[in-house]
């Protein structure tokens, strides 16, 4: 089992930034991946970013240029620096790990963007 705490959200004005940290702790030698997704009001999950275990990263083409995906291994943390937020950026951010055949997720930290 792997539990993940996710923190650093809240309130910005458009073009802020917000830097959210996920934690990770149980069994993180299983740890490979580790990522972002985000959930607005009423619309479906959207993958946002991953990291891999050597530090190759990927981002949806909707915050690419603008968000930056990082780890510190010795911490089990994954960061995710948001900068030149915009209101579309408004959601539940969800960090994740894969461990092989199993995700683990967080329990979401919200970011609103909003003048």
């Known amino acids: 089992q792997v539990q993940l705490v996710a923190s650093g959200g809240g309130l910005v004005q458009p073009g802020g930034s917000l830097r959210l940290s996920c934690a990770a702790s149980?069994?993180?030698?299983?740890?490979?991946?580790m990522g972002w997704s985000r959930q607005a009001p009423g619309k479906q999950r959207e993958w946002v970013s991953i990291i891999t275990s050597v530090g190759s990263t990927n981002y949806a083409d909707s915050v690419k240029g603008r968000f930056t995906i990082s780890r510190d291994n010795a911490k089990n943390t994954v960061y995710l620096q948001m900068n030149s937020l915009k209101p579309e950026d408004t959601a539940v951010y969800y960090c994740?790990?894969?461990?092989?055949?199993?995700?683990?997720w967080g329990q979401g930290t919200q970011v609103t963007v909003s003048s």
């Open positions: 149980g069994s993180i030698s299983r740890i490979s991946s």
């Open positions: 994740y790990t894969d461990t092989g055949a199993v995700r683990y």
